[in-house]
């Protein structure tokens, strides 16, 4: 029984560890969304100042 426990273990925390990194994943995922209408507010204000100067 004693190599059931640890085995069982061990798939528990294996499967904690894969929890926890897929939530940093999402989270990071959710951080990029976030920053991506960020990115092209500066593109487009970038490229308006590129054609007041042209």
Do not use: W, Y
Request: net charge negative; no cysteine; hydrophobic share 45%.
């Amino acid at each position: 029984m004693s190599h059931n426990a640890n085995t069982l273990e061990m798939i528990i925390h294996f499967s904690e560890v894969l929890v926890a990194k897929i939530d940093d994943n999402v989270s990071a995922s959710l951080e990029t969304l976030k920053l991506i209408p960020i990115i092209s507010e500066v593109s487009e204000m970038n490229a308006k100042k590129t054609r007041r100067n042209s």
